[in-house]
Structures are given as structure tokens and as C-alpha cells.
């Protein structure tokens, strides 16, 4: 029998007026999701909020090189609990300003401005 959800093609997932995403409290999951999945479509110059050992995990500590089309739109990327001088960070994200923050003061997880 064939399911028919699996032939349906499904429209890409637009957030045009996203400015920041705060995951930092968020399952490791919903990180992968934002990051990786080719039926997201993230607006360019985005904030993203993350905590380092999520992001690590997501990322196979920082080896996973598929589809990165999210990932380059991100124009900073504010890492909670990282070490400092981590190069795998900076040769993971070539192109986005890095910033070491503390705790997340944020209520809201996701901003629309």
C-alpha cells in the first residue's frame, strides 16, 4: 500500500520578517530543524540564540557539512556556555559574527520585528 503523504510535494516554509531565534533552551531537534532542513527557508541576516553543547551535537561537533543553506544566512550567531577560542566554530560558520553571551534573558523564543 502507498501512503499517499509520501508523493506529495510540499511548499517551502518562508519566515521573511524573522530577525532573531533564541533555541537556546529549545531539544536539540528543533535545532537540527532550523539549521538543516531544505523545507525552511531562513531570511537572510538572522540573530540565532543557541546553546554550545546543543549546537555541538546537531552539528557532530561541528563535521556535519550537509545542505547549509540556513546556516549561511546567519549574521550572528550568540553561543551560550562555549569555549572561547573554539576554531571549530569559526571554520564552521565562516561568515557570521560569533558572540560568547551569558544566560538568555529573553522570554520569547522567536521575534518578529
Excluded: W
Aim: aromatic share 14%.
Amino acid at each position: 500500500m502507498i501512503n499517499n503523504l509520501s508523493n506529495q510535494t510540499l511548499s517551502i516554509i518562508k519566515y521573511p520578517n524573522l530577525t532573531r531565534l533564541d533555541l537556546t533552551e529549545s531539544h536539540h531537534d528543533y535545532i537540527k530543524q532550523f539549521l538543516f532542513n531544505t523545507k525552511m527557508s531562513l531570511p537572510n541576516n538572522l540573530h540565532f540564540y543557541v546553546n554550545y553543547q546543543s549546537l555541538e551535537r546537531v552539528t557532530y561537533n561541528f563535521t556535519r557539512y550537509t545542505t547549509r543553506n540556513n546556516l549561511a544566512k546567519l549574521a550572528a550567531l550568540h553561543l551560550y556556555s562555549a569555549k572561547q577560542d573554539d576554531q571549530h566554530i569559526k571554520d564552521y560558520f565562516p561568515h557570521t559574527d560569533l558572540c560568547h553571551d551569558g544566560v538568555s534573558n529573553y522570554i520569547d523564543k522567536i521575534y518578529f520585528e
